[in-house]
Structure formats: C-alpha cells, structure tokens
C-alpha cells in the first residue's frame, strides 16, 4: 500500500475544528464589542429622540415666536384695563366675551393657541378651560411664583390636560402690573405641539425623569411639576462641563444616575433626563441579550456553512486517499478529476500525470525485460544447436562408418525435424502439441547417440494440447536424465511427462527411473548462474 495505517486526523475533523473555534472566537469578541457599545448605544438612541425634540422647539422659535409675541402685545392691550379692576362678576364676564372674541380671530388666521390668564385673586380666565375643569390645573400658582420675577416675558414648555385631552405646548407668558407696579396677575399664550406631547409621555412611561432648562439654569419644564421654576445648579454647572450632547453619572440619594446633556443653541435650552443606572443596564442586558441571539444565530449559520463547505471538500479529499490506497503496482489507474475546486483539480491532474508517468516507466522495463529474456534464451538456443548438432552429425558419421545407413538415415530425419522451428528464431511460443513432438525427436536421437532405448511416457489431458509453451523449455530436463539419471543405467529407463493447471498457471513435471541426483548438486544444476553444462 501506498500509505501506512498510522492513525491521523481527518481533514474534515480538522476544519471543523477550525470552523468552531473561529465560532468561539467570534463570539467573544462580538460579546466583548456589544457589552462596549451597547451603553453608548443606548444614549445615542435616546439622544436622537431628545434632539428631535429641541428641533422641533428650536422650528417653532423661529416660525412662531414672532406672531406669539406680537399676539401677547395686542392681548396686553386689549385686557390690561379689565386685569387692574376689581374682580367682580360684571368685570369677569367682561373678561371671557373678550377671551372667547380673541380665540376666534386665532382660529380663524389658523394659530391654534391657548390662552390662560390667572390673576393673584386666584380667579382664572381661559379658552380651554370651564369651572368644571379649573381643579385640573395644578400648577395654577407656579405662574404667579414663576412670572413675578425681574423679567416682563418668558418663554416656557409645559404640560396640561385640556377637556381630557393631554397636550404640551410652547408657553409664552407676560407678567401684569397695576398702576402701582404691583404684580395682579399673568397671561400666558400656549401654543400647541402633539408630537412633542407624544414623545414627552413616551420618555416618562419609560421611567425617565425630563429636565428643560433655559439659558439661565431655571427649570421651565419637567415631568414634576412641582420642580418647575426651580433653579438647577448641578445641571447648569455640568452642561457647561461637559458641553453639546453628552452624559454624566452621578450619585443620589445613594443610587447611580445617568445625566444626558442636549443644548440647543438656538433657543439656549438645554435638554436633561435623568435615569437610574439600574434601569439602564437592565435595557442594556435586554439589548445584549437580542444582539448576542443575533449573533449566535449568525454564528450557527457561518459554522453551518464552513461544515458543510467543508464535508464537501474533505469528500473529495478522502475518495481522493481512498482511490490512492487501494493501488497496487499491478492496479495502477488515473483518479476522476473534480473540477470544481482548483487545488483538487490540479491536485488530480498532477497525480494522473504521474500515473502515466509510472505506466510508461512500467511498460519500459516490462518490454526490456522482455528484450532481455528473449536474448537470453536466443544465447542458450546458440549454445544448444551447434554443440547438439556437432555431436549429432559425429554419431551419424560413427553410424556410417560402422555401416548402419539405416541408423544413419532415420537419425538425420529426426534431426531435421528438430531443427525445423528454430531455424525460424522469431517463434519464441509452440503449442504443447507441437513441444512433444519436439521432444520425441530429440528422444529417438538421444537413444541412437547412447545405444539405449529409454521410453517416453505422456500423461497430457487433451484441452491442454493448444497451451503455449517456450519452445525446447523440457528439452533440458530430458537432456539432463541421458546423461546423469541414465549414465550408469542400461536398461528399463523411463522418462514421464505430466501437466495441470493450477489456477491461470501451467505446471509441467518430468519425472525419470534414473539414479538420481545429491541435493547440493542439485542445488547447483537449479542456480541461475549455473551454465557450465548444457546439451552435449
């Protein structure tokens, strides 16, 4: 065999094996770049919303401002004689007739405005509002504690159910003043905004706490009211810190809490949450959790396709081995080329280049051999015919010369008939027919020769008869027994001759009555070197 049966790995084991430890490591790495990312990730995620959401603040500062402000001035107007007098019912009716006649203009130019004007009296005058719904208005009082400052004007977000209907808008609010210079009261345009409305619930059902802070660290919106118009130094102190779209984490209360910082330049707003860690990381967990499954489910799909990939190159690979393994010198043939991957393609060609190589070098030495049998046996065949035919025409000339023309003549026939086929040297093969009577001369002239009258005995089955054989291969045996079997013997010599099969193969045997002859003689007659005597 051409391998050994020493035990090794299979390729296919062997990739597989690859496959799955590239799979692990992929994996840890994924799990180490998503527990990396996935904090930042989440910020950013949420940062894009808040940003939404200041853009849309910062496109109605510079839509809506201007008619708001310039709609307060006419307001301011309008109302300031019916604020700074007495509260009583005719003054208050006063009041809605104008409210309800300026909410119709607002409609009827497309602003869609709410206007709410509470006075210290706690008397509250709106569009939206009724007596029924003035309870629902909890932070009544933060307008009179948030307007009475230094400044006239200020610009709020804030949130309010109107008539079960939650909304936040944009609040822009102006302080008003007696005669006396004392604050009575305030009036306050809302502008309204349903998605703002919508992504503000949304960061509040996710437990989130929403700061907005204005340009000098007063809270003007926050998911407590009660927070509203406080001032938040932290906050102020770490926007500056860290500047425009950051984060911090801090300790409260003895608990981790995430600070993400959104500044709109635009309007000076700046944009905080505020969340406990603990809930962050358990988004983060959720998070990892999803991209891990992804992961793995990418990883179960890549190991897959290297296994299967890889089944199918190692098939090749291993009839490959096995066609190989099952050569012989006797059975060598070309391997079916796989053309579809290039190494097992030149892999294939190469080796059936060299079995033909082998073939060509086998066929080579098969002929030389041959050639070198063939001149072998021409060498012996020189040999035999003149010192046969010298010995032969001596005793002819005897047989004359002691007056046995008889003799004579029936020797020289015998001698032609032998001599018949190997004048013709180019027949190396006769039927075993034709060997015998081959030999039947050969034995009729060896017994004029030796004056003895040895029998030839022929135990050949009929269907052998056609067998080929090298011409005179018994020739030398049948020599050997004249003149050592019979040397000492004169009479009652015999020579047997039987053939068989076994299996594909002929066997001849000849047997004598002779003397026999000592095994280390023997020996030395069956030695391939042995040539000294042959036919005399």
């Not at 790995?9 to 994924?30: G, N, Y």
Request: charge should be neutral.
């Amino acid at each position: 065999m051409l391998f050994c049966r020493k035990k090794r790995r299979k390729i296919s084991q062997s990739m597989i094996a690859t496959s799955l430890i590239c799979v692990f490591i992929s994996v840890v790495i994924a799990m180490c770049a998503i527990a990396y990312f996935t904090f930042q990730l989440i910020v950013e995620e949420k940062g894009k919303a808040r940003v939404d959401v200041l853009q849309q603040i910062s496109d109605s500062n510079s839509v809506n401002c201007t008619n708001m402000v310039k709609a307060m001035d006419a307001l301011y107007e309008d109302f300031y004689a019916e604020l700074i007098a007495p509260g009583n019912d005719e003054n208050n009716i006063r009041i809605h007739n104008l409210l309800k006649q300026v909410d119709r203009q607002f409609k009827k130019i497309g602003m869609d405005m709410m206007i709410d004007i509470l006075m210290n009296d706690r008397r509250l005058f709106s569009t939206d509002l009724d007596e029924n719904n003035l309870k629902s208005l909890k932070n009544t009082y933060w307008y009179i504690k948030h307007y009475s400052g230094e400044t006239r004007t200020s610009w709020n977000l804030r949130f309010r159910e109107v008539k079960d209907i939650s909304t936040y808008g944009l609040s822009y609010g102006r302080t008003v003043y007696n005669r006396e210079g004392r604050v009575v009261g305030v009036i306050v345009l809302t502008s309204r905004y349903e998605a703002l409305f919508r992504t503000f619930q949304k960061l509040v059902s996710d437990g989130v706490k929403v700061y907005i802070l204005d340009q000098n660290g007063i809270i003007i919106s926050h998911t407590n009211p009660n927070r509203i118009g406080n001032w938040a130094f932290d906050m102020k102190m770490f926007r500056k810190e860290y500047g425009r779209n950051s984060y911090k984490i801090i300790q409260r209360s003895g608990r981790n809490i995430l600070l993400t910082n959104y500044h709109d330049g635009s309007s000076g707003w700046t944009f905080v949450e505020e969340q406990n860690m603990d809930d962050l990381l358990w988004d983060g967990i959720k998070t990892m959790r999803n991209c891990l499954l992804v992961v793995l489910v990418g990883c179960v799909v890549a190991a897959s396709i290297a296994y299967w990939r890889g089944r199918r190159i190692a098939q090749v690979l291993s009839d490959f081995t096995e066609e190989i393994s099952d050569m012989s010198v006797e059975k060598l043939g070309e391997l079916p080329v796989q053309d579809e991957y290039e190494e097992t393609y030149v892999l294939g060609t190469a080796f059936n280049g060299m079995i033909r190589r082998i073939g060509d070098l086998i066929e080579d030495i098969r002929i030389h051999e041959q050639r070198k049998q063939r001149t072998e046996y021409d060498f012996l065949q020189a040999q035999i015919n003149p010192h046969f035919l010298n010995n032969t025409l001596l005793s002819v000339k005897s047989l004359i010369a002691v007056h046995q023309p008889e003799r004579a003549y029936r020797m020289m026939n015998e001698l032609v008939e032998l001599l018949h086929i190997p004048a013709t040297p180019e027949i190396q093969f006769v039927t075993l027919q034709e060997e015998l009577h081959l030999m039947r001369s050969y034995l009729s002239i060896m017994n004029c020769r030796t004056d003895k009258n040895v029998i030839f005995l022929c135990e050949i089955p009929e269907n052998m008869y056609g067998i080929f054989v090298p011409r005179m291969i018994v020739q030398p045996v049948i020599g050997n027994a004249f003149f050592h079997g019979f040397a000492e013997k004169e009479e009652g010599c015999t020579i047997r001759l039987r053939t068989g099969l076994r299996g594909n193969a002929l066997y001849i045997e000849v047997t004598d009555n002779g003397e026999g002859i000592e095994a280390e003689r023997l020996a030395q007659i069956q030695s391939w070197n042995y040539r000294s005597e042959r036919l005399h």
